[in-house]
């Protein structure tokens, strides 16, 4: 009983051994060689400061956001980037209120670049603003609780050339206009 199990193994590892060195050769011959995308990344941790349209007031923000851009190039040029804003500690004190205010969240955006020189890509990520985080004064029950205000403040982008790779980060404050209280 024992020699029909090793007769067995022997011919199992056989035939293994000998699929092993066939399948990789049919394999390389059946597929079209590719050229490979060139992936690059590179991140960034950046300030903030600046006076910006809240929802209710005009504030000024201090704080920082954290950028990371994954590019992925194409063999001949141009690709796409991935450009994954987050906030770290961002607050913000009303100028007509005094109020002060928290901006929270992450956004991720996808954009293409051209095969040319070097191209600038800019986006609008949306982070939350939460009205007010700590009033002025006594805090007098029922305190209104306002839900977080989706905002787009702060403009975000990269240099990227033509083969993906990232020469610069950089992020600015917006002035932006709230349609509900237009200056």
Same mark, same amino acid.
């Given at each position: 009983?024992?020699?029909?199990?090793?007769? +067995? #193994?022997?011919?199992?590892?056989?035939?293994? $051994?000998? !699929?092993? *060195?066939?399948?990789?050769?049919?394999? @390389?011959?059946? &597929?079209?060689?590719? +050229? #490979?995308?060139?992936?690059?990344?590179?991140? $960034?941790? !950046?300030? *903030?400061?600046?006076?910006?349209?809240? @929802?209710?007031? &005009?504030?000024?923000?201090?704080?920082?956001?954290?950028?990371?851009?994954?590019?992925?190039?194409?063999?001949?040029?141009?690709?796409?980037?991935?450009?994954?804003?987050?906030?770290?500690?961002?607050?913000?004190?009303?100028?007509?209120?005094?109020?002060?205010?928290?901006?929270?969240?992450?956004?991720?955006?996808?954009?293409?670049?051209?095969?040319?020189?070097?191209?600038?890509?800019?986006?609008?990520?949306?982070?939350?603003?939460?009205?007010?985080?700590?009033?002025?004064?006594?805090?007098?029950?029922?305190?209104?609780?306002?839900?977080?205000?989706?905002?787009?403040?702060?403009?975000?982008?990269?240099?990227?050339?033509?083969?993906?790779?990232?020469?610069?980060?950089?992020?600015?404050?917006?002035?932006?206009?709230?349609?509900?209280?237009?200056?």
């Amino acid at each position: 009983m024992r020699g029909h199990a090793i007769r +067995a #193994a022997r011919k199992l590892t056989l035939f293994l $051994a000998t !699929l092993a *060195l066939t399948v990789p050769v049919a394999l @390389a011959t059946a &597929q079209p060689a590719q +050229a #490979a995308a060139f992936v690059h990344w590179r991140s $960034a941790r !950046l300030p *903030l400061n600046g006076q910006i349209t809240g @929802a209710s007031e &005009q504030i000024a923000i201090t704080g920082t956001i954290d950028v990371t851009v994954v590019t992925r190039a194409n063999p001949g040029g141009g690709g796409t980037a991935r450009i994954i804003s987050s906030l770290g500690r961002t607050t913000g004190v009303g100028a007509t209120t005094g109020a002060r205010y928290l901006f929270v969240g992450a956004d991720v955006d996808v954009v293409s670049f051209p095969p040319d020189p070097v191209t600038p890509l800019v986006v609008r990520p949306t982070f939350l603003q939460i009205n007010p985080f700590f009033p002025p004064g006594p805090i007098v029950p029922p305190n209104p609780i306002v839900p977080p205000h989706p905002i787009d403040f702060v403009s975000v982008g990269a240099l990227v050339t033509s083969d993906g790779e990232i020469n610069d980060i950089f992020a600015t404050i917006n002035l932006i206009e709230n349609p509900d209280n237009p200056s």
